[in-house]
């Protein structure tokens, strides 16, 4: 296990915190407005070498606050809490899900596991634990530098830390999971569909993933590049190289040696055959947009939204034929409402609409998804959803709600874990 230290803490929040003030001044006019509360964060910097010294608590199960990304893998569901660690579930009876635990992990957004090995990044780190046994959780590896673009000052090892708050304003334009002006839509969230490699057996995760596994290689994604670790030895992830991608990327999805990843501008499409070196083979482009993308042997499903950092973009559904993964053709685009991530089964597609809800369709004549829509549940917002084997597992900033899916057209409510203190907008 790799380790460093030279503990000092800076933090930066005059500016920061005078600005909030001046966001929640009251009005001096006499004329009625709304009010909208929001659950937002702000910035809070310190240094990695402090943040190392400290340990990694294993704690007992408790409330989600604020969920983030979700993944399961055999019979259990983990949860992330953005920028603080992990939930770990029994999941294996859908109706009753059990909390077990929750690791204790500064700086948290992604997660991945293969083989029994669970992968979550700490800031810039990457740590490995062994979760062969739920219930005794411990730290094997940690790969330090790995994540740099997380610096704030690399030569100093500053990072960069969000802190919740709850703020009160008159626009409606903040509505969004993590704030509007707060923190980064680190919600933007790779869809291991139960994959293997070798004798390795991975999880599987939302389409919103910036996380994901194949070929005995695991593939990070940020703003920019593609980070590609070597995990045939799965507790000691050996990084290998960067790929630059450009920016704006958000979300990576893999599917038979292929890697699409999402991007503010477009889908690209990287060959895996050789897993330590990916090749592009081609990149859609369109207008700028949130983008999470599903794939299956013929079609990508890629949602396009405007949101916090593509205010510019359209909300719609776009289907591509990719059969020439190196010449993806756009078919058909169909008006949204402010979709997000989306999850495949077969011939059906479901789509998380927002604050809107959550909508299923049947794909088989993908010229008509329109005319296929099967439901619309209004009262379930969605930001990103798991077709898993037993359950439609869909989470959204009210909570995590589970659905027998067995009957695509009739969605049957199995479960659901609210946070315990939403934000009502």
Known sequence: MKNKSNPTIGKNLHLVLAFMMFLVLPSCHDEVTNTYTYKTSYPVYLEMSTVRQADIIIEPGKELDNPGKIYIYGDYLFINEPQKGIHILD????????????INIPGNVDLAVNSEILYADNYVDLLSFDISDVRSIKMVDREEDV??????NFDTGQ?????????????????GWGGWWGRPEFLAMANDAGSKGGGQSYGQGGSMARFTLMS??????????????????E?????????????GIETIFPFQEKLFIGSNTGMHIY???????????????????????????????????????????VNELQVLDIKDPYNPKLLKAYEMLNPHGLGLAGDFLYIAEGEHGLKSFKVADVMNIDKNQLEFLKSMKSV???????????????GVCQFDYSTPSVLKPLSCIQVKNPVIV
């Open 91 to 102: 999941n294996s009876n859908p109706a009753s899900p059990k909390n077990i635990n929750f």
């Open 147 to 152: 994540f740099k673009n997380m610096y704030s």
């Open 159 to 175: 990072i960069i830390t969000w802190k919740d708050t709850v703020l009160t304003s008159e626009s409606d334009m903040m509505w």
């Open 216 to 233: 005995g290689h695991l593939y990070a994604v940020d703003e920019y590049s593609l980070r590609v670790f070597d995990v045939n030895k």
């Open 235 to 247: 507790d000691e992830p050996v990084f290998i190289k960067n790929i630059d991608l450009g920016w």
């Open 271 to 313: 060959d895996a055959r050789v897993p330590s070196d990916p090749k592009k083979m081609a990149e859609y482009s369109h207008f700028t947009a949130c983008d999470p993308v599903v794939v299956n042997e013929d079609y990508a499903f890629v949602t396009l939204r405007n949101g916090q950092f593509c205010r510019q973009g």
């Open 384 to 398: 990103d959803i798991i077709p898993g084997p037993k359950s439609l597992i869909v989470i959204g900033p009210d």
